[in-house]
């Protein structure tokens, strides 16, 4: 009895994880045409070079088509994360840039410090502080927050930034190109009194 092309598929291909294995050679046997050998039948029998053409032509077809399958199945998307946080205050007033052709952004910049002690053993904890201070570049492109931080947004304001960073390239008033890293703000929450005031 003749399989039918759901029970051909579900015989030859065996799956294992996200891989498919096809085996080819009980494939080429299931997919020999069935000879008739009803004096009757007005079709012949197909001769053996027929059938080892067919053969050979439908086991490329199905490994092309199980190939496609297994690399579909195997694409894996994988998650990535680029997120920072920074808290800190800011060093200047915002300022709102539109360049032709594209949205506006609210641009300011924000210093975060970074403290430690000096020594090492047991004085430790008696040395001199030393402090590091650290100026990022903050780019608000997020209709509404992009408002908000231009209006509200005010030159030493405590304030924490959520968002990601971006690397790109400028090139100055000299001609020369530059790298430039920017943390693009997604939330920006207020820590001091600088929106009462406001109001």
């Known amino acids: 009895m003749m399989m039918n092309d759901q029970e051909v598929g579900e015989t030859f291909q065996r799956r294992t994880g996200n891989s498919v294995r096809l085996l080819e050679s009980e494939v080429a046997t299931q ?26 032509a439908s086991a490329q077809v199905l490994r092309h088509f199980v190939r496609h399958s297994s690399t579909d199945m195997n694409l894996v998307l994988e998650r990535s994360i680029n ?28 210093a ?30 997020k209709p509404g927050l992009r408002d ?7 030159k030493g304001s405590r304030v924490l930034v959520e968002g990601k960073l971006d690397y790109g390239e400028y090139v100055d008033k000299n001609n020369v190109r530059r ?8 939330n920006i929450v207020f820590l001091s009194d600088n929106i009462r005031e406001r109001e």
């Open 148 to 154: 908000v931080a231009y209006q509200y947004v005010k």
């Open 83 to 110: 997120k920072v946080q920074l808290l800190g205050r800011v060093g200047q007033d915002p300022v709102m840039r539109q360049v032709e052709g594209r949205n506006p952004v609210t641009i300011f910049s924000m």
């Open 112 to 141: 975060t410090n970074e403290m430690w002690r000096s020594g090492e053993g047991d004085n430790m904890h008696t040395g001199d502080i030393s402090q590091k201070t650290t100026w990022h570049r903050i780019s608000v492109f």
């Open 179 to 186: 790298q430039a890293t920017t943390i693009i703000a997604d």
């Open 31 to 56: 997919l020999i045409p069935y000879q008739v050998k009803s004096p009757y039948h007005p079709l012949k029998s197909p001769s053996l070079q027929q059938c080892r053409m067919l053969r050979t």
